[in-house]
C-alpha cells in the first residue's frame, strides 16, 4: 500500500493564506454576535417592582341569629291508651278491625263469658236461699213476739191473783194451799215470759245474721255482674284503632295488649332535653318541628317542663302541643326539633374567612396604610356556627372591611391590593338565623382542637 502512494507537493505559503483567510472570517463572525447581543442588553427594560396580593373584602354586618338547640322528640297523643282486658278468658269475638273509627262505650272484642255467668247465677241463687231464710226467721220473730204478749197477760193476771190471795191469806180468809198454788203460778208464768224473751234475742241475732248474708250474696251477685260487663270489652274514649295483634280463640289476660287506641283530643311532642339547658326551660319557648331535609314542618311552644331529671338519661322532659295536623305527625313517631332560647345581634364571618393557630381564631381586615390599604390580623372570639358563617363574640366591629378571600397569602401588615364584594341582600348567616345554630345538634364543629 505504501508503495502506490503518490506524494503531491505542498505549498507552504498557499496554508499560510488559507489559515489567514479562516482566522478573518471567525473573527467576523465574532463582531458580528458581539455587536447583536450588545444592542440587545443595551435595550432591554429593568425587572417590574413586585405586586401586592389581591384580595376581596366584605364589609362587616351583624345579623339577628337563633340561639338554639336541636333534639330528637317523639310524637304522643294525649288521649292514647293500651287496651288490656280485666279479665281472664278466651276471646269469642272480634267486632271491629285495625285502625276503624270507635265511639267511647263500642264494643271492641268479647271474652267467653260462660264461666261468670255462670257463677252470677250461683250468687243469685245464693242470695235468693238466704232472702228466703230470713223472711222465715222474720215470720218466726213475729210469733214470738205474738205469744210474749199473751205470756206477759198471763203474768199480769198471776200477779193479780197472788196480790188478792196474799191479802186473804194475812186475815185467814184463805188457805195455805191457795196462797203457794198462785205463789207457783206467779213463778211459772215469769219463767215463761223470761223464755220466751230469750227465744226472741236469739231470732232477732239470727235475722241480723242472715241480713248480713242476705248483703253480702247481693254484692257477690252485683260484683259478678261488674265483672260480668268485662267480659265485653269497650272503647274508653272516641279514637281509632290502631294494630289488633290478638286473634279469635287466644287465651288473653290482664297482661296482654287487646289493642291501642289513638284518641281526638290532638297530639303532643315529648322532648328529651339535656340537663345542661335545664335551667333555660320554661313554658312559652318557640319549638320549630323539621322533616328529613331540615325544613320547618310546624312551630310550638312549651307548655310543660317536668320539675324531675331523668336519672337514666340526664334529660328534662318538656312538652309541646301539635295542633296543625300534617301527615308527618305520626303517634310514636321520631322527629328532630328546634328549641329557640333566645335571638342575638352579632356580626358574623364566613367561615373559610377564618384562620386558626392552635385554638385561637384569627381574621384578617384592611386597614388604611401611609402608602394604601395594608392586611391587619385580627384575634377573635368565635362563637356557634350558622350554616356558613361563624358569629364572632369579641374584637370584631360593624363596618369592619373582613378579608374573605386571600388571607391565606398574607402576614401582618403587608400591602394589599383590595377588591370590594358587593353588599348582599340575604347572606348565608341571615338564613341561618332562621334555622338557628344547634348547639345540641348534630352539626359539624368546625373549631380545631387544642392538639392541632
Not at 465574532?30 to 455587536?35: L, M, S
Not at 269497650?234 to 289493642?259: Q, W
Request: aromatic residues 4%; glycine residues 6%.
Amino acid at each position: 500500500m505504501v508503495r502506490d502512494m503518490k506524494v503531491i507537493p505542498v505549498d507552504m505559503r498557499t496554508l499560510v493564506h488559507a489559515a489567514a483567510a479562516v482566522s478573518m472570517e471567525v473573527a467576523a463572525v465574532a463582531a458580528i454576535v458581539a455587536i447583536v447581543f450588545g444592542t440587545a442588553a443595551c435595550t432591554q427594560a429593568p425587572p417590574p417592582a413586585r405586586q401586592p396580593p389581591q384580595v376581596m373584602t366584605q364589609a362587616v354586618k351583624k345579623q339577628s341569629l337563633a340561639d338554639t338547640s336541636e333534639v330528637v322528640g317523639v310524637v304522643r297523643s294525649r288521649g292514647s291508651v293500651d287496651i288490656r282486658p280485666e279479665v281472664s278468658g278466651y276471646l269469642t269475638s272480634i267486632a271491629v278491625k285495625a285502625g276503624a273509627r270507635v265511639a267511647a262505650g263500642q264494643e271492641i272484642m268479647q271474652i267467653d263469658p260462660a264461666r261468670q255467668q255462670a257463677s252470677v247465677r250461683q250468687a243469685e241463687a245464693a242470695t235468693a236461699g238466704a232472702a228466703a231464710e230470713l223472711a222465715r226467721a222474720q215470720a218466726n220473730l213475729a210469733s214470738l213476739e205474738a205469744s210474749r204478749e199473751q205470756r206477759r197477760a198471763e203474768l199480769q193476771f198471776a200477779e193479780r191473783q197472788s196480790r188478792r190471795i196474799a191479802e186473804l191469806y194475812s186475815t185467814n180468809n184463805a188457805s195455805r194451799q191457795a196462797f203457794d198454788q198462785v205463789s207457783s203460778e206467779l213463778r211459772q208464768a215469769r219463767a215463761q215470759v223470761e223464755s220466751i224473751q230469750a227465744q226472741i234475742r236469739a231470732q232477732q241475732a239470727a235475722i241480723r245474721g242472715l241480713r248480713s248474708q242476705v248483703a253480702q250474696s247481693r254484692s257477690r251477685v252485683v260484683q259478678g255482674q261488674v265483672e260480668l260487663d268485662y267480659y265485653s270489652v269497650k272503647a274508653p274514649i272516641d279514637g281509632r284503632l290502631a294494630d289488633i295483634p290478638v286473634r279469635i280463640g287466644d287465651r288473653v289476660g290482664p297482661s296482654t295488649l287487646l289493642t291501642s287506641l289513638v284518641g281526638d283530643e290532638g297530639l303532643e311532642l315529648y322532648l328529651p332535653v339535656p340537663i345542661k339547658r335545664a335551667t333555660d326551660l320554661k313554658p312559652g319557648l318557640r319549638v320549630e318541628l323539621l322533616d328529613d331535609g331540615g325544613n320547618v314542618i310546624t312551630t310550638s311552644e312549651i307548655d310543660f317542663v317536668s320539675p324531675r331529671v331523668d336519672s337514666s338519661t340526664q334529660t328534662v322532659l318538656a312538652k309541646c302541643p301539635l295542633d296543625a295536623p300534617s301527615a308527618d305527625l305520626v303517634v310514636g313517631r321520631f322527629m328532630q326539633a328546634r328549641i329557640v332560647w333566645r335571638q342575638l345581634s352579632l356580626p358574623t364571618v364566613p367561615v373559610l374567612a377564618v384562620l386558626w393557630i392552635n385554638t385561637q381564631a384569627f381574621v384578617f381586615v384592611a386597614e388604611d396604610g401611609e402608602n394604601g390599604p395594608i392586611a391587619r390580623q385580627r384575634p377573635v372570639d368565635i362563637g356557634d356556627i350558622y350554616g356558613q358563617h361563624y358569629a364572632v363574640l369579641s374584637n370584631l366591629n360593624e363596618g369592619e372591611r373582613l378579608i374573605v378571600e386571600g388571607a391565606h397569602l398574607l402576614r401582618d401588615g403587608i400591602p394589599i391590593g383590595v377588591t370590594e364584594r358587593a353588599a348582599e341582600t340575604g347572606t348565608e348567616a341571615a338564613a341561618a338565623a332562621e334555622t338557628g345554630s344547634g348547639d345540641d345538634s348534630a352539626q359539624p364543629d368546625n373549631k380545631p382542637s387544642s392538639e392541632e
